[in-house]
């Protein structure tokens, strides 16, 4: 067990955790209002769901692109800019929310006007519409809380703010649904992020926090955070849209009795945003790599996602194919025909979850490695033409099994397209994680669970490496070992009941070299040489400081990082 | 870390050879026995790599030998170690020829 691979597997369940409650959210008030006021409150909410992404869209559009450009500038030790990223983040989901609300009270009328509904139906969703418009303005900004608490390491808060979201928002629903209809659910929504940003709030008074905001404000920036974003967050609107065009060629092609087991298919679809966990669960990590440059440890921590990517989209592909009803018993589709059907679509779709699981991880992987352009292409292609390309032909020549074999195919299809676009644009080297190799090569990195043998003898081992190599020196290659030594010693002596474990990483530079250590023990500075002396070693330690004037501390995503250039 | 040590009437020779580190400052601790030394020489000329552990010993034994009266000197210190005792200034007050 790696450092890095200690740290993943901790943030994986909450960020899976997320990502479920997201879609769960998603799902509650079409479950709410279709069990409460029946089929065309059901109906309107449903209506609703392209104006649900919008206001999604924009709240991913501020806080993925802040949370990335935030763990990028830490891993640079740029804590000022880093802060000042996270001041433009909130500046912009301000915006961003204050335009959306704007458009969404604009228009309201007119919209759900053109929606080509009435009665009841179209009264349903122009009130759902007036008491959702708050979310515009909240989601953005509780996006973003979530997201730098996330950068910050703060996996558990932001478990409980969703906890807290997903039951708020059910509850507050619920209740409020009980006395005044569609517009007391629409409302629960909002009481949804309100409990949520406050639990976040939370993390702002832990000793453990570095998040902080300045004076600071600046539009560029505010257009970086978008096209950042834009990857991640235009996959709500792709999948809106290939939904939309998904429900109007089936109608056409196979008449409205296919409508229910396209629902089907719509849930086995929509539940492939539970996969973006993998990559939310590596972005604190893998960013502040990135920002170091230490691309060997990226290349790691791609791995790691990559197997549990892998195990994801199979175990889940494994799990519909051998019980479809799971889903059916869901959107309570029970009727005889229709079972069948419904059970052999979820079944075929379900072979495309392991191409959609890795297509999700390089999406956000791409936009992590500053090609947003590519991740955004890899949403378009793979979450809207790629389906549709491959649909209609299908399905005009296999009829329904064709549509969902198509749907099985097009993560496929545009993972290799997009590949083959990156061996001919970048070379065949690039891919899949433009590392670069004369980076990877320069890079040493060593594991450890601190104890007095296991760090002299990693001391030893780097010594003696550095020693052999062309151009170090002895001496440097002795004072590398003796920092080292000393450096985890104190951490361990610091953390004396714990376990702690270590990651060092050394990286040769021209004539320089530069050690760094990430520990996971309580926050502490080693790089401070006016520390307090309590023992010869922090006496050394101290000392060591002195003769060393290019070093840097910084905590980030929970764990202490410091590095020395000896 | 391999501890040589020679005792003739009062004067301790001893020669040590690898790393003194938190892991075999200990065997150097056991060895510095030094009742009844009246001059104790440390042989580091095998000594490539010395950490906090060891400047312990040293110094625990250069207490032990002022109070005994006797005399303390590390011999053949190589620039590493040097740097480690210049650096802490233990050189300062250590006998190194």
């Not at chain 1, 067990?1 to 943030?11: Q, S, V």
């Not at chain 1, 569609?182 to 453990?208: E, N």
């Not at chain 1, 960013?287 to 990226?298: A, F, K, P, Q, T």
């Not at chain 2, 006797?70 to 006998?95: A, C, I, K, N």
Request: a positive charge; glycine letters at 8%.
């Amino acid at each position: 067990m790696t450092f890095a691979l200690d740290k993943f597997l901790r943030f994986l369940p909450s960020a899976t955790f997320v990502m479920a409650a997201e879609y769960l959210i998603g799902l509650s008030h079409s479950v709410i209002c279709g069990h409460l006021m029946g089929a065309d409150a059901l109906a309107a909410v449903n209506l609703m769901q392209p104006v649900l992404a919008a206001v999604a869209f924009c709240a991913l559009l501020a806080g993925t692109g802040t949370s990335v450009l935030y763990s990028v500038e830490m891993g640079r030790f740029e804590q000022r800019r880093a802060r000042e990223i996270l001041t433009q983040g909130l500046w912009t989901a301000c915006m961003l929310g204050a335009f959306a609300f704007a458009i969404l009270a604009l228009f309201r009328e007119r919209a759900a006007e053109s929606f080509g509904v009435s009665g009841a139906v179209l009264a349903g969703v122009k009130e759902y519409w007036l008491w959702f418009l708050p979310c515009a303005i909240l989601a953005p900004v509780e996006f973003l809380l979530t997201s730098a608490c996330y950068s910050d390491g703060d996996g558990r808060i932001c478990t409980l703010a969703y906890l807290g979201r997903l039951a708020g928002n059910c509850a507050v629903s619920y209740v409020l649904a009980l006395k005044y209809g569609i517009a007391g659910c629409a409302s629960g929504a909002a009481a949804g992020h309100i409990i949520a940003a406050g639990v976040l709030c939370i993390h702002f008074r832990k000793k453990t926090n570095s998040l902080g905001f300045v004076r600071y404000f600046s539009l560029a920036d505010s257009f970086r955070i978008c096209k950042c974003s834009m990857g991640d967050s235009s996959d709500k609107l792709c999948q809106a849209a290939l939904f939309l065009a998904l429900n109007l060629f089936c109608v056409a092609q196979f008449g409205p009795d296919v409508l229910p087991v396209v629902s089907v298919v719509i849930v086995v679809l929509g539940l492939t945003e539970v996969f973006d966990g993998v990559a939310k669960a590596m972005q604190p990590l893998a960013s502040v790599y990135i920002g170091e440059g230490s691309d060997r440890l990226v290349k790691r921590i791609l791995r790691y996602a990559e197997a549990v990517s892998g195990i994801e989209g199979a175990c889940l592909a494994a799990l519909l194919c051998a019980f479809p009803s799971l889903v059916l018993r869901l959107v309570g589709l029970d009727e005889p025909g229709l079972v069948e059907r419904a059970a052999l679509a979820v079944r075929i779709v379900s072979l495309g979850l392991a191409g959609t699981a890795f297509v999700s991880l390089f999406n956000s992987y791409w936009t992590f490695k500053s090609h947003e352009t590519l991740a955004c292409a890899l949403t378009l292609v793979s979450m809207f033409f790629a389906p549709l390309v491959l649909f209609v032909p299908l399905g005009c020549a296999f009829g329904e099994v064709g549509v969902w074999a198509a749907l099985a195919l097009a993560p496929y299809v545009s993972a290799g397209a997009l590949a083959a676009f990156v061996a001919w644009k970048w070379g065949v080297r690039a891919l899949p994680a433009f590392l670069d190799r004369a980076k990877m090569k320069a890079t040493r990195v060593y594991d450890i669970v601190l104890g007095p043998d296991s760090i002299c003898a990693l001391s030893e081992k780097v010594g003696k490496f550095l020693a052999a190599r062309r151009g170090i020196g002895e001496r440097k290659a002795s004072l590398t070992a003796l920092l080292l030594e000393e450096a985890l010693m104190v951490v361990m002596d610091r953390n004396a009941k714990r376990r702690i474990r270590a990651e060092v990483s050394l990286w040769f530079g021209g004539d320089s070299l530069q050690l760094t250590v990430r520990d996971d023990g309580a926050i502490f500075n080693l790089t401070d040489a006016d520390t307090k002396i309590s023992s010869l070693r922090s006496f050394m330690v101290s000392n060591l400081m002195l003769i060393l004037p290019a070093r840097r501390n910084m905590t980030t995503t929970g764990f202490n990082r410091n590095a020395f250039k000896i | 870390m391999q501890i040589t040590k020679t005792i003739t009437d009062g004067k301790m020779i001893l020669a040590l050879e690898g790393r003194v580190d938190t892991v075999t400052a200990p065997e150097l601790e056991r060895a510095l026995q030094l009742d009844g030394v009246k001059e104790l020489t440390l042989d580091f000329a095998k000594v490539p790599y010395m950490s906090s552990a060891g400047l312990r010993c040293l110094l625990a034994a250069h207490k032990t030998m002022l109070a005994q009266g006797g005399r303390m000197q590390l011999t053949s210190v190589s620039p590493t170690v040097r740097e480690v005792l210049d650096m802490t200034g233990f050189s300062v007050f250590l006998d190194i020829a």
